[in-house]
């Protein structure tokens, strides 16, 4: 139980287009998701919280502009890079939870933005 | 000061041997605490879940929260070379818009 899905799990793009990634919880209802970055050998960088049907809460640093959160249901959450740049380039992981403490994570998305 | 503090390693043991992995934190109002493994290109899968202080075991995997130190453990009896990770120390505090605080991951590497 608890499995969560991303999609897709890799992406290559050119500069200033934009990707969507989703992310899923496929035997669970997922109260609140969250995405986080993370860099090579380093550990997760939150991005933002966000609960079905609400606006996502952006951590301190994060343009909400650019990083597009949409929680439409409570399976289903997308997070869309937009005008994608060289630096964006990242491995991208959703994690979603029904009760306070456990998040179950994704496998994750690599984007290479060319 | 991290509010979480976990040494990147890398660690490397010979198969078999027991691990020790730990983590310190500064925030008295955690009372969660997780150990996640993740694998290269992989997400965090969750090992390990405690709740206040005290010691949980599963199979290999032993957890301890000393909350009076403010100090975690995970332990791994018979490490073997598919225990080849990085593993993730977290913890919140359960309250209304919870934030769960990840460590920075410590890689280990089992050789056969």
């Known amino acids: 139980g608890a499995v969560v899905s991303q999609h897709p799990s890799r992406v290559i793009c050119k500069s200033g287009t934009s990707v969507k990634i989703e992310c899923r919880s496929l035997d669970f209802q997922a109260t609140t998701m969250f995405w986080y970055r993370q860099f090579p050998k380093k550990s997760l960088m939150l991005m933002a919280t966000?609960?079905?049907?609400?606006?996502?809460?952006?951590e301190q640093g994060v343009e909400k502009d650019k990083f597009l959160i949409n929680h439409a249901s409570l399976t289903l959450s997308t997070l869309t890079v937009t005008s994608a740049h060289p630096e964006d380039s990242s491995f991208y992981i959703c994690s979603a939870s029904y009760r306070n403490n456990e998040q179950f994570f994704g496998p994750g998305t690599r984007l290479t933005v060319l | 000061q991290k509010e979480v503090e976990q040494d990147p390693g890398p660690l490397s043991v010979p198969e078999g041997a027991i691990v020790s992995l730990n983590c310190t934190y500064s925030n008295s109002a955690f009372q969660y605490f997780m150990w996640y493994r993740q694998y290269s290109r992989k997400g965090p899968e969750l090992l390990m879940y405690t709740y206040s202080s005290g010691n949980k075991e599963d199979g290999r995997f032993t957890a301890q929260v000393d909350k009076s130190s403010k100090y975690i453990s995970l332990f791994i009896r018979d490490s073997q070379p598919s225990d080849s990770a990085t593993y993730l120390c977290?913890?919140?505090?359960?309250?209304?818009?919870?934030?769960?605080?990840f460590g920075a991951g410590t890689r280990l590497f089992v050789k056969a």
């Open positions: 977290a913890m919140n505090e359960n309250t209304g818009g919870f934030k769960t605080i």
């Open positions: 966000s609960n079905e049907g609400s606006k996502a809460t952006y």
